[in-house]
């Protein structure tokens, strides 16, 4: 059985860096055609697609945020990490991470996200 | 950047009707375009990917089509648990994005 579990700070400050944890069970990162995706919700609003990391360690990321984000994983702990900075209280949400998988409509590859985790919610506040 | 529409934002219908909502591309995608269905509080569910393949498990009542641009999601016969908030998700590139959103009510 597939689970992902997100965890983090639940507050941070305005300017930090937030740090959060995604832990896979389940699946291997290392799975060819696995990927592991994160995607925030702030409240009220719409889902918002942030990052990807593929098996093979390719990285995708939102561009309206790229340059705050980063997505790594560690294969030893089957986990991966999503950092942003500059946090802003806009940033306020629920954070997810999501077990996606590679499908192929040609010409072009894609991944669905077909397990989610709970979510970890966020607040950005001095 | 590529856009993504999805209509209706919001969506009054009754137990037992059909229901379509449509998600437009600014750009061709073709076929990578998926369907989730998120409930109050809830972590979002996979529904469709690929604009019709069927994720395992969900009702065969929710059915996905289009291509290239324009995509659309059809409930039947609706039953009380479907009444929930829905997004379209569409590949494009390097990355991806969401629609919208539909919030589906009860009349």
């Known amino acids: 059985q597939i689970t992902l579990w997100e965890s983090g700070p639940t507050v941070v400050k305005p300017t930090q860096t937030l740090t959060l944890t995604c832990t896979c069970s389940g699946f291997s990162v290392r799975t060819s055609g696995v990927g592991v995706g994160w995607v925030r919700q702030p409240p009220g609003k719409a889902l918002e697609w942030l990052a990807l990391?593929?098996?093979?360690?390719?990285?995708d990321y939102s561009p309206s945020l790229k340059n705050r984000l980063t997505i790594s994983k560690d294969t030893s702990r089957n986990k991966v990490v999503l950092t942003m900075t500059n946090m802003d209280p806009v940033d306020t949400a629920t954070y997810y991470c999501?077990?996606?998988?590679?499908?192929?409509?040609?010409?072009?590859?894609?991944?669905?996200?077909?397990?989610w985790g709970k979510g970890t919610t966020v607040t950005v506040s001095s | 950047d590529i856009q993504t529409t999805q209509s209706p934002s919001s969506l009054s219908a009754s137990p037992g009707d059909r229901v379509i909502i449509t998600c437009r591309a600014s750009?061709?995608?073709?076929?990578?375009l998926n369907w989730y269905q998120q409930r109050p509080g809830k972590a979002p569910r996979l529904l469709i990917y690929g604009t019709s393949s069927l994720q395992p498990g969900v009702s065969l009542r929710f059915r996905g089509s289009g291509t290239g641009t324009d995509f659309t999601l059809t409930i039947n016969d609706l039953q009380p648990e479907d009444f929930a908030t829905y997004y379209c998700?569409?590949?494009?590139?390097?990355?991806?994005?969401f629609g919208q959103g539909t919030k589906l009510e009860i009349k």
């Open positions: 999501a077990h996606s998988l590679r499908d192929y409509q040609p010409p072009h590859y894609y991944f669905y996200m077909d397990v």
């Open positions: 998700q569409l590949s494009y590139s390097t990355f991806s994005t």
């Open positions: 990391i593929s098996w093979n360690d390719d990285t």
């Open positions: 750009q061709n995608i073709g076929s990578r």
